[in-house]
């Protein structure tokens, strides 16, 4: 991660999500930094929750805990799309997604 270019929260969903997806890519991207062992500045879409980013490495309750900040945040639950090799992108994704069906 060292040699990756840093990113705001903002930068972060503006430069690697489109416009539907960039303010939950944003939103998402500070929540994880709470949880994370990495630098999120430094973080990219298609990192892996757990192998790449060590989510749940230091605290084994910090999935837990994540799941129910995103349920706060957006009234999405992760638990549906909620496996080991889930990406940033991945998530993003199916928060999008699901909020997009909870406006139908």
């Known amino acids: ?8 929260h903002t930068d972060f969903g503006s430069r690697f ?4 997806g960039a303010q939950i890519a944003s939103r998402l991207h500070e929540m994880l930094g709470k949880f994370l062992i990495v630098d999120v500045t430094r ?3 298609d ?5 790449d980013l060590g989510l749940g490495r230091v605290d084994g309750l910090d999935p837990n805990l994540f799941e129910f900040d995103v349920k706060d945040a957006f ?3 992760l638990r549906p799309v909620w496996r080991k090799d ?3 992108r991945d ?7 699901a909020q997009s069906k909870q406006a139908v």
Do not use: C, Q, W
């Open 75 to 77: 009234g999405v639950d």
């Open 91 to 97: 998530l993003v994704d199916y928060v999008y997604a």
């Open 17 to 20: 999500f489109p416009p539907n």
């Open 47 to 51: 990192d892996k929750l757990v192998e």
């Open 43 to 45: 973080i990219h879409p």
């Open 1 to 8: 991660m060292g040699g990756r270019e840093s990113h705001t």
């Open 86 to 88: 889930v990406t940033v």
